[in-house]
């Protein structure tokens, strides 16, 4: 059989990286030491849960030291010294942020004529506000502006955010709206 074996590989050598050959050992092994791991004739296979269960359970306690512990729910993001923005009485509030201070949001709107608008909204990680910083109109399956336009979103967005032209409000459907009542 190992002869075979041997002629076989010669004439049909494996070319997949050594890191996918290990990785696919890897999982062998670790199916094959599963104690009710069973193959049927037709190829389904079948395994006791509670021994998956235990598999999961040895695994996370070996790996725990990997993963971060959560911090509190009610333990707010820190801001940035240059980002703080204090209350005002409008819900639209104009303050200077950084790329480093938001979070890309992206949204859609159905249209009543059938067309859709995808905006991308930016989320303040220090005051969880939202802004719009671009959108783009799709109807008739089409994209409404030219490709080489929306291939700049990330310049869109960054010059959005250099200019301090975005409106921060309360939630992204009232971002969305104020975008919409600007055009």
């Not at 819900?91 to 890309?104: F, G, L, T």
């Not at 303040?124 to 799709?138: D, I, N, Q």
């Amino acid at each position: 059989m190992n002869v075979v074996k041997r002629v076989f590989n010669a004439l049909y050598p494996d070319r997949r990286p050594d890191w996918e050959q290990k990785r696919e050992r890897e999982f062998i092994l670790a199916a094959n030491s599963l104690k009710t791991l069973s193959v049927n004739d037709r190829g389904g296979m079948s395994i006791d849960p509670e021994e998956l269960r235990d598999q999961v359970i040895a695994s996370r306690e070996q790996l725990k030291h990997l993963v971060q512990k959560r911090e509190s729910p009610r333990r707010s993001f820190r801001a940035a010294g240059d980002a703080q923005v204090e209350p005002l009485v409008s819900p639209a509030v104009k303050a200077p942020m950084s790329a480093m201070d938001c979070i890309e949001v992206v949204a859609w709107r159905q249209l009543h004529s059938g067309g859709a608008v995808r905006y991308v909204c930016l989320q303040s990680t220090s005051t969880g506000r939202f802004a719009v910083a671009t959108a783009s109109l799709f109807s008739d399956g089409r994209q409404s502006i030219p490709t080489w336009i929306e291939a700049n979103t990330a310049k869109h967005v960054a010059n959005a955010i250099q200019n301090d032209h975005l409106r921060w409000l309360t939630t992204v459907s009232e971002a969305m709206n104020a975008w919409d009542a600007d055009l």
